[in-house]
């Protein structure tokens, strides 16, 4: 299959290697080209526009870091990939996305007829290279069926959450919730230690517990040998974190906890943390 990988960072270069190792025909488009380099070598085609990527392609996938990476690779008036897609290719937006611009998107792939997923991914780096990833889907089911086979080689569950950007609320709502469970372990842990309790020890008890779920025990892990290496990286949990506040607010919602966890991660930024992995955050308290 002719598919095109938009955005070749962390993530979407290891989505790429994936689907080249299984013999899919792949082009990748980066604004950085040096980031895609290593794909190059093992095969894949490099694009100079996003255009370019998109023109022979059956499935094209964006990974990109935000929404105005998002809005320029798709909709740019001179190499925007959306106005070069055939007729009959499926886009697959994986980025996490603010909900306002998700809606936009989907909005502008409707009026030109052209098939449109929303389709975030739950899992981090480990879990690209692995073909691990959780794939939220949103949009329509006989799109969805299409798109099967290509998901299949980059994930280990598909869920249908609904309509085009339903997956993209869920989505935040997932990023949210992992994001207080790691602050809310960083800070009482350091309450712990403070009290005379062995920082190390306290973490893997935590593990341990059936109170902890699998990702925070692996938070746990990652705390107690002090790795901070990124995967999900703090300056990108505040962004998503600033998203979900965003949709929230427009819709009226009251979310206290999300708003007031928001606000540590939006310090650990400040405080020169954003590279580090979303533990890092525990850094603030110690």
């Not at 013999?23 to 070598?41: D, E, I, K, Y």
């Not at 709502?173 to 602050?183: H, K």
């Amino acid at each position: 299959m002719q598919i095109a990988i938009l955005g070749t960072g962390a993530m979407g270069s290891r989505m790429a290697a994936r689907l080249l190792e299984v013999g899919h025909h792949v082009t990748v488009f980066n604004r950085h080209p040096h980031t895609a380099q290593a794909l190059v070598m093992q095969g894949a085609v490099f694009a100079a526009t996003p255009a370019a990527a998109v023109r022979d392609a059956e499935v094209v996938l964006a990974m990109l870091t935000d929404d105005a990476a998002s809005r320029q690779v798709w909709l740019d008036e001179r190499d925007g990939a959306l106005a070069a897609m055939g007729p009959d290719a499926l886009a697959l937006e994986c980025s996490t996305l603010s909900v306002a611009w998700c809606d936009e998107l989907a909005a502008c792939f409707q009026a030109r007829h052209s098939a449109f997923l929303d389709a975030p991914v739950v899992g981090s780096r480990p879990q690209a290279e692995a073909g691990a990833l959780i794939f939220l889907v949103g949009g329509d089911a006989a799109a969805l069926a299409r798109a099967t086979s290509v998901l299949d080689c980059l994930g280990a569950g598909v869920h249908h959450v609904g309509p085009a950007g339903s997956a993209t609320r869920l989505k935040l709502a997932v990023n949210a919730l992992f994001g207080i469970q790691v602050a809310a372990l960083g800070e009482l842990t350091a309450w712990l230690a403070a009290e005379g309790l062995d920082h190390r020890q306290t973490l893997a008890r935590f593990a341990e517990l059936p109170t902890t779920s699998p990702a925070l025990a692996g938070i746990a892990a990652l705390m107690a040998g002090e790795d901070t290496a990124p995967r999900f990286p703090i300056a990108l949990v505040a962004k998503d974190f600033g998203y979900a506040m965003q949709a929230a607010t427009e819709q009226g919602a009251a979310l206290p906890l999300t708003q007031a966890t928001q606000a540590i991660y939006r310090q650990a930024v400040d405080a020169g943390l954003g590279g580090l992995n979303i533990n890092g955050v525990a850094e603030l308290y110690t």
